[in-house]
């Protein structure tokens, strides 16, 4: 079965059965409603034919009428006269005085309810028979004269009548409730199958995704803006998204062959350098240094892709603990110092005197803040100024390694971050840099709740800046030693 036709027949079965129901009992309420009506309807005909009746009754003069004369009376003052009415008239101690000819004699009686009723002056309906053909509709009333009951009056309608208008209501109901399901089923069926068939298209597309055609886009037609389109956009999202991890990877894969390969063929090259021919002791020296160096910068290499690796699948847990950011400074600034020296770069350290304590991981913030020194040593010419420039920001510190160095074109400055990436390769591979210690620094710095971004005018020079959320001020006087 195709995708979607389970849940598109599943939703239609359940909605008709619900349309059923709710129409079933919207039905029923009808019914109910029709046979009130028609009950009251019948009622109010009985009530004044029996006010007709006590009207008429009046003409007689029955005490002057013998027993014989009165029921004639009775019989040509009775309103209905077609034999399937009743009309009973009733003596105060409940005896039949006179009945018109009807066939219902053995269902009339003086119930008790109707005798009591009628005798307190009220008139009483009741429902007489046990099936629907033989049922009737049952009025007892007293005729009252000069405020005195002198009578009870029964009538009786067979409700033969009443039930087979009933029935045929009930036939056009039922007929009704259907036809009206039915064909809302139908709309829905077809309006389920328009939303539908192209979720099954998705779920066709994205069986038949691969790396190939990640690319291709889906779009949901007849539903533009709707929630079909946004589940289109989010499944178009996560393929770009997959698109460009893959892409990364692929990059990243080439790239650490790329890296890899380079010192691979200087070892090897200058290996059989080694092996070919006699070498005095001084070149054998000479090559295996050069070989060591090229060896250290793989290994180092490895030891970054490693724990970019590591940042990625969160395996590098950091060890917090409160370190004391002058200290740290410092010892970076005496370092930095020395590596500028053959460079005659002069490594500066500006901020307050404060003393500020940082909750960090020490080894890896020192490697932040020495990449940033480094580079900053590196790409700035012979005589020039690195500085180190520290301040507070409210809840954060901020430090700034500002350089008077080459300067980073700005299209550049958006990719620096990125793994691998070198503005000039050629001459950074001379200086060991792999286009790695950037995107570690990013990482790190994010892992500490910080940020890091750069600003740069080429020719002038660049500035880094970290801010690192603080979480401990010490004051001047608790200085450490
Ligand atoms: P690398 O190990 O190659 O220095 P990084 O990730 O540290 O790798 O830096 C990436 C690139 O950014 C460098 O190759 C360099 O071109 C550029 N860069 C980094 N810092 C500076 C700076 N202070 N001045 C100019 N360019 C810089």
């Not at 250290?296 to 940042?311: F, N």
């Amino acid at each position: 079965m195709p995708v979607g036709s389970k849940l598109r027949n599943r939703l239609t079965i359940w909605s008709f059965i619900l349309l059923i129901m709710l129409l079933g009992a919207g039905g029923f309420f009808c019914y109910h409603a029709q046979q009130q009506e028609l009950l009251e309807n019948l009622d109010k005909q009985l009530l004044s034919i029996a006010r007709n009746f006590a009207c008429s009754y009046r003409e007689v003069d029955v005490s002057s009428s013998t027993d014989s004369s009165f029921c004639q009376d009775f019989n040509r003052l009775s309103v209905w006269q077609s034999g399937e009415q009743a009309v009973e008239l009733y003596s105060l101690q409940g005896k039949v005085l006179c009945s018109n000819k009807h066939p219902f004699n053995s269902l009339l009686s003086f119930s008790p309810a109707a005798e009591a009723n009628s005798s307190a002056g009220k008139s009483y309906f009741e429902n007489i028979g046990d099936n629907s053909e033989q049922k009737i509709r049952r009025l007892t009333t007293p005729i009252i004269e000069n405020g005195q009951i002198r009578y009870h009056l029964q009538l009786g309608h067979p409700l033969e009548e009443t039930a087979l208008n009933l029935s045929h209501y009930r036939l056009k109901l039922i007929t009704a409730v259907l036809i009206t399901s039915i064909c809302l089923t139908i709309c829905q069926w077809l309006l389920l199958g328009l939303m539908i068939n192209p979720l099954a298209k998705l779920s066709r597309q994205m069986d038949r995704t691969g790396e190939e055609n990640m690319q291709q886009k889906f779009m949901f037609g007849p539903f533009p803006g709707s929630e079909l389109q946004q589940l289109a956009d989010s499944y178009n999202g996560l393929t770009e998204r997959l698109a460009q991890s893959l892409q990364r990877a692929r990059q990243f894969s080439t790239d650490v062959t790329h890296e890899l390969r380079t010192p691979l063929t200087i070892l090897r090259g200058e290996t059989e350098l080694a092996l070919r021919g006699e070498k005095d002791a001084e070149e054998l020296r000479r090559i295996l240094n050069s070989n060591l160096e090229e060896i250290s910068r793989m290994g180092h290499l490895v030891e970054d892709l490693l724990l970019l690796s590591k940042s990625e699948l969160g395996e590098i847990p950091l060890k917090m603990e409160a370190i004391n950011l002058n200290d740290l400074l410092e010892e970076l600034h005496f370092h930095g110092s020395i590596i500028a020296e053959p460079k005659q770069i002069k490594v500066e350290l500006q901020g307050p005197e404060q003393q500020v304590s940082l909750l960090a991981d020490a080894h890896r913030i020192r490697q932040v803040f020495l990449n940033l020194l480094t580079n900053g040593i590196k790409y700035t010419p012979e005589g020039g100024t690195v500085t180190i420039d520290w301040s507070l920001k409210g809840e954060a510190v901020r430090i700034i390694f500002k350089d008077t160095g080459i300067g980073i074109d700005s299209e550049h400055q958006q990719h620096i971050f990125d793994r691998f990436y070198r503005i000039d390769k050629t001459s950074n591979c001379n200086d060991g840099g792999s286009g790695l210690g950037l995107a570690i620094a990013k990482w790190l710095v994010e892992a500490h709740g910080g940020s890091i971004m750069v600003c740069s005018v080429p020719g002038q020079g660049s500035s880094f800046a970290i801010v690192l959320p603080l979480t401990r001020k010490t004051d001047p006087a608790t200085k450490q030693q």
